[in-house]
């Protein structure tokens, strides 16, 4: 079974804050993915990274930035946190091949105080 | 236009009825086809793969129909535990190897 751990389900920052989101998988996927979800507005994309050091803005990257110097790990880096980056942030992973599926974390649920 | 399109719902209804959803896409080159299931404050979970000739999961139905370029899911005799927000996802043509999803479905199956 895939596995793609994030390393909190909850995490409470300040306004300001450099805040990192862990993600790491196990079965050697190129392709990593980094959501945000909020009440409403389904799944928006922050960015994703098709190979190591490679990445790609999605659909909302501002404020964001990603860094990804191993295959097994992506990290999502807020550089100065805010209140409406307030939500639920899911990982993902896929294999490369048409009928491959995403597989996610269990989550991060991160609020900016 | 969204390139993957849902309707919301919530649909409501009782144990044991037959249930259907609809899902549409943009692009009709888009090569694979998937639903998910995500339960409240969950993460999505693939719930099956879309096969073109349509395929079946015990109660579970998915069809195909790239002329109209729509995605249907079949849930036969629901469950309680169906109660779940059903997500259509599709890839696009292209290098990268991203799915688009759709906003998603609401089910409440109720006794």
């Known amino acids: 079974d895939v596995k793609v751990t994030q390393s909190s389900r909850y995490l409470v920052k300040r306004t300001g804050e450099k805040v990192f989101l862990e993600c790491v998988q196990d079965?050697?996927?190129?392709?990593m993915f980094w959501y945000r979800q909020d009440p409403g507005l389904g799944l928006r994309l922050i960015y994703f990274?098709?190979?190591?050091?490679?990445?790609e803005k999605g659909d909302i990257p501002e404020g964001y930035s990603v860094s990804r110097e191993k295959k097994e790990r992506f990290s999502l880096i807020l550089e100065s946190a805010s209140t409406n980056q307030t939500s639920m942030y899911l990982c993902?992973?896929?294999?490369?091949?048409?009928?491959?599926?995403?597989?996610f974390g269990d989550g991060t649920r991160l609020s900016i105080l | 236009r969204k390139e993957v399109e849902q309707d919301p719902g919530p649909f409501n209804v009782p144990e044991g009825a037959t249930v259907a959803f609809n899902c549409t896409y943009s692009?009709?080159?888009?090569?694979?086809f998937f639903w998910y299931r995500q339960d409240c404050r969950k993460e999505p979970k693939l719930l099956m793969s879309?096969?073109?000739s349509g395929n079946e999961d015990g109660r579970f139905t998915a069809q195909l129909n790239r002329a109209s370029q729509y995605i249907s899911l079949l849930i036969r005799d629901s469950k309680l535990s169906d109660s779940a927000t059903y997500l259509c996802?599709?890839?696009?043509?292209?290098?990268?190897?991203?799915?688009?999803f759709g906003a998603g479905t609401r089910l409440a199956v109720h006794p």
């Open positions: 993902a992973s896929r294999g490369t091949g048409g009928q491959q599926p995403q597989h």
């Open positions: 079965m050697d996927h190129e392709n």
């Open positions: 990274s098709y190979d190591v050091k490679m990445k």
């Open positions: 692009n009709s080159a888009s090569q694979s």
């Open positions: 879309v096969y073109s």
């Open positions: 996802v599709v890839k696009p043509p292209g290098g990268y190897n991203k799915l688009i």
